[in-house]
């Protein structure tokens, strides 16, 4: 069961002004002034899109808490670069290409990768926002970051967003074991995952991350690419185990799922 209010502790990231540079550029340079959870300079947010294959020509949206919206299109490789917006951590939103969607979560910096790795990821954080058995949509998770800055901060600490990862990958793992796949034949197909944030690491199409997808897709995606229901159902269940992240709101926002 979830533990109601229990609050992950807030580590904030003082950091400054980013140079961006285009084409799913590098997670390197300075970031916004971490004052109101990352309210401050303006950026760009860069990253890659990827089923394994480059998802080219997608359409890269993101809002953030304090309602900023990013947009841009990926080129051939994946690679996107929005436009400037002085942001509010999280942002939250989709890379979409044809039957494709991916969802992804911009903790703090200045990259986000959509893939079925960070929409698994997603999912996770959907079904921990709240209490039980419940699951926010992408919606919903925008109005409660926007109307409540507690949990804005709660659920994009380094500790809450370290215990996501951990839990998306642990569910790409129990579906290559049941595969039949050796726990550590899982854990190496794995490894560059694990060993890098792969939300938020800058990586190209061929990457050892790139490889994780390649490795992965056949527990992962349907054929068109969409992540299984499976694999969702278990990153809900897992979200569901995790303790919610504190709130300063006095109202609840509303909740799918039973």
């Known amino acids: 069961m979830k533990l109601d209010g229990a609050k992950f502790f807030v580590y904030a990231v003082a950091l400054a002004s980013l140079a961006a540079c285009g084409g799913g550029g590098g997670g390197g340079g300075s970031f916004p002034q971490s004052g109101g959870n990352g309210a401050g300079t303006s950026i760009q947010v860069t990253g890659t899109g990827a089923k394994g294959a480059a998802l080219a020509g997608a359409t890269v949206a993101l809002t953030c808490a304090n309602v900023a919206t990013l947009a841009a299109t990926t080129n051939g ?40 790795l960070t929409d698994t990821m997603t999912e996770v954080v959907l079904a921990a926002s709240v209490s039980g058995n419940g699951s926010l949509s992408v919606e919903q998770f925008i109005s409660k970051i926007a109307a409540d800055a507690t949990f804005a901060n709660n659920v994009s600490s380094a500790s809450a967003v370290a215990t996501y990862r951990a839990a998306a990958l642990d569910v790409v793992k129990a579906q290559l074991v049941a595969s039949g796949k050796s726990d550590a034949d899982a854990e190496a197909i794995l490894s560059a995952a694990r060993s890098q944030n792969f939300d938020s690491a800058t990586f190209a199409i061929g990457s050892d991350l790139d490889k994780v997808l390649d490795n992965t897709a056949s527990v992962m995606q349907e054929a068109d690419g969409s992540v299984k229901a499976a694999v969702l159902a278990a990153a809900k269940a897992k979200g569901d185990a995790l303790p919610v992240p504190g709130s300063g709101a006095t109202g609840g926002t509303g909740a799918t799922g039973g």
Not at 92 to 99: E, N, Q
Not at 100 to 106: A, E, F, W
Request: proline share 5%; net charge positive.
């Open 77 to 116: 490789n994946g690679a996107y670069t929005t436009n400037q917006a002085a942001l509010t951590y999280p942002c939250i939103g989709t890379a979409k290409s044809g039957a494709i969607s991916y969802r992804g979560i911009l903790f703090s910096g200045s990259v986000v990768n959509f893939t079925p």
